[in-house]
């Protein structure tokens, strides 16, 4: 009886395996020489440019230093490393001879040319919600518009097992929906637009949503805000701590200008979002991206310039003699007031720090990070620059500032251990 039962166990085991690897399989795409792909339209090519700037290819394809869409760009993972592929069209290294079919599966389903399966780190759990028409023309754009470098791809350093590619068969079975984006038709074209696009190509979710103990997005936590590359990328849902809540607008001139008049600048991995990425969108889209967010957020369309927390920053932040009394304050009087008080109202050049989203999140990372390293004229708002205070300051000095506008400024439960925080962001900053 035994025996018989283990047979039948053993048997359904291989016929689970070989079930499995029919679902994992995938055939090659033959290879299509450039000289066999016919000239695109340039209305395809100037769409696709558009698309790959909102999806920020180039960012993430693109190593420090190296050619564009070159590869090699390190995704440092809780299992390893794993290097941006090459998307030039390069024949060889690239995908030069990738037909438009065999890219289309790689952002569809997650699957090269080759037939192996891509590692979640490229988020094609995103970007199957695209058309095809839109994978069609970052297909002509890359093609036609990007050159071809000669740069192999480094292998990734994601140890046995887990490197296996046919595993990823499973995870995505587990975890990825795929298809394309739905219109919902309880909401407007415009609800729609911006659900598309930060469903998809924008793939907003990868960053702003948690994700579990085998790197999937937690579908229950959609939103409500993760850490990236020891950032903060804050919740985009009602729990973000904003003291003036997020709306449909707020959101469209954060991702327009790269500044929030009442929560902040895009600084840290947001600048390339916003400054190679979104802003290339046309102005009805990033309205509509607007428009969904400020829905996801549920915020009310208020006045903020009348909000008792703008008019209470306010008032906190007005220059007083006593500050000298305490170091944290001292140390914001001379180092940071002289940009950052706002006599009547906010200006969003000069946030409001008291109200700033840096200042309202749990983790201290963000603020401690523009502390240190200031702001560029290429992120934020272009033409204002905030100076880094990292050879200026010492740890337990940014330390201090940090305390002063958490307790005194927003008025929130202090954070613990912020010198040793900021020692280690230091650290982190140092080695990139």
Not at 45 to 60: N, P
Not at 178 to 184: E, L, S, V
Not at 294 to 300: D, E, L, T
Request: net charge negative; aromatic share 8%.
């Amino acid at each position: 009886m035994l025996k018989s039962t283990l047979s039948i166990l053993a048997g359904a085991g291989v016929l689970a395996l070989a079930g499995f690897g029919i679902y994992a399989y995938h055939s090659p795409y033959a290879v299509e020489p450039p000289s066999a792909r016919p000239a695109f339209d340039p209305a395809q090519v100037e769409q696709g440019r558009i698309l790959a700037a909102a999806g920020y290819c180039a960012t993430c394809h693109t190593a420090a230093g190296g050619a564009p869409y070159a590869g090699n760009f390190p995704v440092t993972t809780d299992f390893g490393t794993i290097y941006a592929s090459n998307i030039t069209p390069d024949p060889e290294t690239g995908i030069g001879n990738w037909s438009k079919a065999a890219f289309r599966r790689a952002m569809h389903e997650g699957v090269d040319r080759e037939g192996r399966h891509l590692f979640p780190a490229f988020p094609f759990d995103h970007f199957t919600k695209m058309t095809d028409a839109d994978v069609d023309a970052v297909y002509a754009y890359l093609m036609t518009e990007v050159a071809p470098v000669k740069e192999a791809t480094q292998a990734p350093t994601i140890p046995f097992p887990l490197n296996q590619r046919i595993l990823q068969a499973g995870w995505k079975l587990l975890f990825v929906d795929f298809g394309r984006y739905a219109d919902d038709p309880s909401k407007s074209a415009e609800w729609n637009r911006g659900a598309y696009l930060v469903e998809g190509v924008t793939h907003c979710g990868a960053c702003h949503t948690p994700r579990n103990k085998v790197g999937a997005e937690e579908k229950s936590a959609r939103f409500a805000g993760a850490t990236i590359d020891a950032w903060s990328a804050p919740a985009l849902t009602a729990a973000n701590p904003s003291a003036v809540p997020w709306t449909a607008a707020d959101f469209t001139r954060y991702l327009s200008t790269g500044a929030g008049t009442y929560h902040g600048i895009a600084a840290g991995p947001m600048a390339p979002v916003v400054h190679a990425g979104l802003r290339e969108l046309p102005e009805s889209d990033l309205t509509a991206i607007g428009v969904y967010l400020g829905n996801v957020v549920g915020a009310p369309e208020a006045d903020p310039a009348a909000s008792p927390a703008v008019q209470a920053s306010l008032a906190a932040g007005r220059p007083d003699p006593a500050w000298r009394a305490d170091e944290g304050e001292r140390l914001y009087a001379t180092a940071c007031a002289a940009c950052h008080y706002n006599a009547e109202s906010i200006v969003a050049e000069r946030p409001e720090l008291g109200i700033n989203s840096s200042t309202r999140l749990d983790d201290p990372s963000n603020l401690i990070h523009v502390i240190l390293d200031g702001v560029s004229s290429a992120e934020g708002t272009p033409g204002v620059v905030m100076p880094a205070f990292r050879d200026a300051l010492s740890d337990q000095q940014i330390a201090a500032i940090a305390a002063y506008l958490r307790d005194k400024r927003a008025d929130l439960a202090p954070w613990t251990d912020l010198e040793t925080r900021v020692a280690q962001i230091r650290a982190h900053q140092g080695t990139h």
